[in-house]
């Protein structure tokens, strides 16, 4: 499955991440790897923590990117 994470450093220069899909499921790491590593082992522990207390999983994403030439 994949879904939308964001990744921005903040004012002590780590990197949270987190992912809008899937609220209060938020991460951060010294680097932006980390942070990505660790985002991802969230959204594990949060999709298992859905299905064992029988709640829905927010379907992935699907989107696309487009060039626009102007």
Request: with cysteine; proline share 10%.
């Amino acid at each position: 499955m994949k879904y939308r994470v964001i990744i921005e450093p903040d004012e002590s220069g780590w990197f949270v991440a987190e992912c809008p899909s899937l609220p209060g499921c938020i991460s951060q790491g010294k680097t932006r790897e980390e942070a990505r590593d660790n985002i991802m082992d969230a959204i594990k522990g949060y999709i298992a923590s859905l299905e064992k207390h029988g709640e829905p999983v927010p379907p992935p994403i699907t989107e696309e990117i487009v060039e626009v030439v102007v």
